[in-house]
């Protein structure tokens, strides 16, 4: 007979037999599972390292057709504006000339200097000497300075009229201090006093040279005029 404690034994071996056996069936789907799961893990990397891949390819094909619209649009445009240009002729705009006015020259008034020669006889007489007066300016001294030039006629001889204003000088001098002296201020200022001073000073001057015949001093002119 068989000893129990030799049974015992057996069957304790038996049970952990048992055991091994589940414990590797246990272990060996543990395996599966972890392979399953790292074959799933692979799987999804992969899945989203082609996804990444699919949406940067995406992201590159639109720049890309982007980009070529730009570029074809500018070629488009310039194109456009070269034709344009070859298509319709630039004409200048004109600018308008500024007309110049017409200048028109003024005659020249007769020169307060008379010149030395002239070719119809007449003849100037220059040697009479300045000549100053007060004026009739009450409660002030203020002087006149004039300075005369004669124009005389070419039927006075001007040899003979030479010698006749050279004697008459004194008296030509002493009748233009009278009346220099009886003039005011506003009587020798603007134009028309001026020529009315001219016009008195030739009858005054033709009066004393030429009592008693015709007039040969033509005209008077002043070559200086000044008041102080």
């Not at 952990?16 to 692979?42: H, M, R, S």
């Not at 300075?145 to 070419?154: C, F, G, I, K, M």
């Not at 010698?163 to 002493?174: C, E, R, V, Y």
């Amino acid at each position: 007979m068989a000893d129990p404690e030799d049974k015992k034994k057996a069957k304790e071996a038996q049970k952990a037999e048992k055991l091994a056996k589940k414990q590797a069936k246990k272990n060996k789907k543990l395996t599966k599972e972890e392979d399953k799961n790292t074959d799933d893990t692979a799987n999804e990397n992969e899945a989203q390292k082609s996804d990444k891949e699919t949406s940067g390819s995406g992201i590159l094909q639109w720049i890309i057709m982007a980009v070529v619209v730009f570029v074809c649009a500018g070629a488009g445009f310039g194109l456009g504006r070269l034709f344009a240009g070859y298509g319709e002729p630039q004409i200048p705009e004109s600018t308008p000339q500024e007309t110049e006015p017409a200048v028109t020259t003024p005659p020249k008034k007769p020169s307060a200097k008379a010149p030395a020669e002239n070719s119809k006889g007449i003849w100037y007489y220059n040697d009479l000497e300045p000549v100053a007066a007060n004026l009739n300016v009450p409660n002030a001294t203020r002087y006149v300075r004039a300075t005369l030039t004669l124009e005389l006629s070419s039927e006075l001889d001007e040899v003979k009229g030479r010698k006749l204003l050279d004697a008459k000088t004194p008296a030509l001098k002493n009748r233009l201090t009278l009346y220099l002296a009886s003039l005011s201020i506003e009587d020798c200022t603007g134009t028309k006093n001026l020529m009315r001073i001219r016009s008195e000073i030739l009858d005054a001057f033709n009066q004393e040279l030429f009592p008693d015949s015709k007039p040969q001093i033509r005209k008077i002119y002043l070559k200086e005029f000044v008041i102080q």
